[in-house]
């Protein structure tokens, strides 16, 4: 074990490492959710449960495995900066699953291809579907025993040349204390997924090649077949597709060209997606292991790239599997337009209240007041109150004297 005291990294936590945890999280839980959406979309409709989504659903399972690798290493990717025990859970559990994931992803995007090369440009599918059984076993038990044996070998770990030398947190993944510790990154990962690429893209030009041919030829046949002269002579092998082999009936074919079909359209761009994305993880260990002025120019950008692309195969296939399925995209197109909808309604509702509220008078307000019932007065008088009211006469000698005037009155007589 190294003796990591002797180590003085004066390195600080930048805006490009918090970016790169960010975006590390962000895309692995958007891949998740369509992992699972994919997941829920194939055992929901039976319908739609072919040989090539099943494929595609083992392959979501991977982009699984992959995404909570990328978690475990965005936990563990501040904590390198202390130099922490290699031998601890989080590290060795960070350092397995992303073996595991990263493999499994590239072994069964290699598959994907394989079958649909035999499907589409050999129309072999029945050994395509025989095929698959060895494709389960290889492509789930390759990278357990790759992920075993690294553990068994004591080379996860860290490299603390990332830290001191690049002046970045480093991952869990191997160790730099172990003698080849290139060599176990090219078995662990790298050597598998630059290997998916070679065989990917190759059979992915072939694939597309031969598309590109049946379509032309499924112009020229269907040119003949317009042709009046030739009406007898084509019959019901006027469709390219449906011809069968030597030996094959006519149901047979159509079987067999409505699967290549299914397997075409699902899986096409499955390789390409795979390549498109993982390359700037490719590039950035390339960069890190065999540094220059310019990779290290480089370097800033590639990691920014890797965290979204080493993560979005997941919801890239989930994209895929959504818009190339055509019973999924149907409901999905359903759904929303009844979300548009009720929206659209809502808002109709919200307007004409608003349009109503503004015509509408304000409201009076009117405080509360106690009324009193006034009685009914009697004809002759009986129930007036006369107490306050005195019925005595004035004295004789006010009466007799003479009443006196002042100036301000006026008095008026009548002539």
Request: hydrophobic residues 45%; proline residues 3%.
């Given at each position: ?300 950008w590639l990691l920014i790239i890797r965290a ?83 019925l005595d006469l004035p004295p004789t000698e ?18």
């Amino acid at each position: 074990m190294r003796n990591v005291s002797a180590y003085h990294a004066n390195v600080t936590l930048t805006s490009l490492d918090a970016a790169f945890v960010i975006i590390t999280n962000l895309t692995c839980i958007a891949s998740m959710a369509g992992c699972l959406v994919v997941t829920g979309l194939y055992l929901m409709y039976p319908d739609v449960r072919t040989t090539s989504r099943k494929l595609l659903l083992h392959l979501s399972a991977a982009n699984f495995i992959q995404c909570i690798s990328g978690l475990l290493q965005a936990a563990t990717y501040y904590k390198t900066l202390l130099f922490p025990d290699e031998r601890k859970f989080i590290c060795e559990s960070a350092a397995s699953t992303t073996v595991i994931g990263h493999t499994a992803s590239a072994l069964w995007t290699c598959a994907v291809t394989v079958y649909l090369f035999l499907a589409v440009s050999a129309r072999a599918i029945t050994l395509a579907n025989r095929l698959v059984v060895l494709f389960y076993a290889f492509c789930w038990g390759m990278p357990l025993v790759v992920a075993t044996a690294a553990g068994v070998s004591d080379v996860y770990g860290y490299d603390i040349t990332d830290i001191l030398y690049y002046q970045h947190p480093a991952m869990c993944w191997i160790s730099d204390r172990v003698a080849n510790s290139l060599d176990w990154c090219f078995i662990t990962v790298e050597g598998w997924v630059i290997a998916t690429y070679f065989i990917s893209l190759l059979l992915f030009v072939v694939i597309n090649c031969t598309v590109m041919c049946q379509m032309d030829s499924q112009r020229m046949t269907q040119s003949v077949v317009e042709d009046p002269d030739h009406t007898r002579e084509t019959g019901i092998l006027t469709d390219f597709r449906h011809r069968p082999k030597d030996g094959q009936s006519v149901n047979d074919a159509v079987v067999e060209d409505l699967a290549i079909q299914t397997a075409c359209r699902q899986l096409r761009l499955v390789p390409f997606i795979y390549c498109l994305l993982r390359v700037w993880g490719t590039a950035h260990f390339l960069f890190t292991e065999y540094p220059t002025k310019r990779h290290l120019r480089a370097f800033d950008w590639l990691l920014i790239i890797r965290a979204f692309g080493d993560n979005a195969q997941g919801l890239a296939n989930c994209i895929l599997f959504c818009a190339t399925t055509v019973k999924i995209r149907r409901m999905m197109s359903r759904a929303t337009r009844r979300w548009c909808s009720c929206c659209s309604k809502w808002c109709q509702k919200q307007q004409r209240r608003l349009a109503d509220e503004k015509w509408l008078p304000h409201p009076i307000v009117r405080f509360g007041r106690k009324v009193t019932k006034l009685k009914r007065r009697s004809a002759d008088g009986s129930d007036l109150d006369i107490s306050g009211i005195s019925l005595d006469l004035p004295p004789t000698e006010e009466l007799e004297e003479e009443p006196k005037y002042t100036e301000d009155e006026i008095l008026f007589e009548r002539d």
